[in-house]
């Protein structure tokens, strides 16, 4: 049987760790917090560089544009600190955040990321062999497990999980740690680069599998 996911109590009596999840205009941070939440976890969304480096650990969330995501995380004046502090905390990007850790995405012109880990963010249909497949790669996957980590934890190989993008990381092998197959693409489901990890799919959207990934990634 899987461990059963601390309660609020139980959290609370070793010593609540914070997880901050980085306010720049982007994503659906509360449906995020409250999945943390549910696990016990205690989470704030939070814009202020002073709490991104008090917190523990950090999630970078997004959905839309590579290049307008990128130039409001700019405005916050953030992406300093992000960089300092994921060189020696656990640092989880996910969906466009995932994409946004990466060297740089040809998403409606060029755009430089945060250069965390090597790689390119790409549109997925120019990879496509079949052309009738539907571009955004929307729904339920399978993610193969390709490397141990301790991001699995208390996740099996194969289980499914929601992805909603148009371009996915490429040119990114080293750091891989899963992926799912869509047509003849591998598309890159996480990655992990030292103290920075990533996900494509939104662990709060996948169910029980996803909840049980970020219980994992609040233990890092």
């Not at 999945?35 to 969304?45: D, K, N, P, Q």
């Not at 995501?69 to 916050?76: G, Q, S």
């Not at 300092?84 to 995405?105: N, T, Y």
Request: with cysteine; net charge negative.
């Amino acid at each position: 049987p899987r461990p059963q996911a601390p309660g609020r109590d139980s959290q609370h009596e070793r010593g609540a760790v914070m997880t901050a999840i980085v306010d720049y205009g982007v994503g659906n941070l509360f449906s995020l917090q409250s999945s943390l939440r549910s696990l016990g976890v205690e989470a704030e969304v939070t814009g202020e560089a002073e709490r991104l480096r008090a917190a523990d650990r950090i999630i970078l969330p997004g959905v839309g544009a590579f290049g307008d995501a990128r130039a409001k995380l700019d405005e916050t004046g953030l992406v300093p600190v992000l960089l300092e502090e994921a060189g020696h905390k656990p640092l989880l990007g996910i969906c466009l955040g995932m994409q946004l850790l990466f060297d740089r995405s040809f998403e409606y012109g060029e755009h430089p990321g945060l250069g965390l880990v090597p790689g390119e963010v790409a549109f997925l249909g120019e990879d496509l062999a079949d052309k009738s497949l539907k571009v955004p790669h929307m729904g339920w996957n399978s993610l193969e497990i390709v490397k141990d980590d301790p991001l699995f934890k208390y996740f099996e190989n194969g289980e499914y999980v929601y992805y909603v993008h148009s371009f996915y990381a490429r040119g990114c092998r080293e750091s891989t740690l899963g992926a799912s197959r869509y047509g003849n693409v591998a598309v890159t489901g996480a990655v992990r680069r030292g103290n920075v990890w990533g996900t494509q799919f939104h662990p709060e959207k996948s169910g029980e599998a996803g909840l049980r990934l970020l219980r994992a990634f609040a233990e890092l």
